[in-house]
């Protein structure tokens, strides 16, 4: 069975941006809520609890028809989840670091204007959803939201760096203001995760 990842810091260190009680709930409720339904709906077929949550993602074609929808929901949620706690952390903000700066450079001119874009689309993107800095096959990088839990990589995309913008994420403390929050997690972003991701593979 998938197992939750502990937060790899504190509920409250991403204070003032992140504030401690939407930390606990969004991990221990929300996290919670998609991992079990996602190992719920797995389990007339087992064998899926062998694999890593990226790849039956990405061949969702892969999970039978009965299941697919509530894998693609709950599987979705709980990866994304999961990546979202190591995306952030208490010595985040500041710029991108290593291969993942000069990519974001030459893919967007400068870190500014790739913020600048990446903050409209966030802010305005009009679901629940996430945005994300993906990359394709070919390590061309490129900002894109999805609703619901859908998953860049069910498309063939690796998500780098990404924002949750579904309420539950920013509403105790910001409210209506998805905005603020956008502006705010600039400073919890985790440059350093990120060009893990975009170095690796
Ligand atoms: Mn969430």
Redesign the pocket.
Known sequence: MFTLPNLPYAYNALEPYIDEMTMKI?HDK??QAYLDKFNTALEKYPDFYKKPVEQILAKLDSVLEDVRTAVKNHGG?HY??SL?WEMMSPKGGGKPIGKLAEAIDKEFGSFEVFKEQFTKEAAGHFASGWTWLVKDGKGKLSILSTPNQDSPISSGLMPIIGI?T?E??YYLKYQNRRPEYVEAWWNVANWEKADEYYSSK
């Open positions: 969004h929300h996290h949620g994304h989840h979202f949750d579904w539950h994420a």
